[in-house]
């Protein structure tokens, strides 16, 4: 399980993508309190970091930083408006993470397939695990 510091990390590379387009629609709201509550932190520790410069936790198991990776993409597709700025910050926090440049790409080529952009895990872990061969 990750720690306190990491799980604020993750929360923060969120917020820092839902503020990219200058405005934070409910839905992504929503999620961004969903995976805090999941995390075992309340709205207000939510909306404290909306407040604070994003902060970074490198997380140590590829799984793990996978996972971000995934809730990035779901963060950003649930607005349906995907723009070239917010993929671009995706993928720059996936290269930060030192997830594989040519999964993220595969990622961003194949979400349009799939019912409202959504990868389903095994297919994106797939896509990660064909890049180590």
Not at 11 to 16: F, G, P, V
Not at 30 to 50: P, Q, R, T
Not at 97 to 124: E, Q
């Amino acid at each position: 399980m990750n720690t306190e510091r990491e799980k604020l990390g993750i929360l923060s590379q969120m917020i820092a993508l839902a503020k990219a387009d200058n405005k934070i629609e409910d839905s992504e709201y929503e999620l961004l309190l969903i995976v805090a509550e999941k995390m075992g932190f309340n709205k207000s520790i939510l909306d404290e970091l909306f407040k604070q410069e994003t902060i970074y936790v490198p997380l140590k198991p590829e799984s793990e930083r996978i996972l971000q990776f995934h809730r990035l993409v779901l963060l950003m597709n649930i607005d349906e408006d995907n723009d070239a700025k917010e993929m671009e910050i995706i993928y720059k926090f996936g290269l930060k993470m030192g997830l594989n440049p040519g999964a993220i790409s595969t990622v961003f080529k194949i979400m349009f397939d799939y019912p409202n952009r959504i990868v389903p895990p095994d297919v994106l872990i797939n896509i990660f695990k064909a890049q180590h061969n």
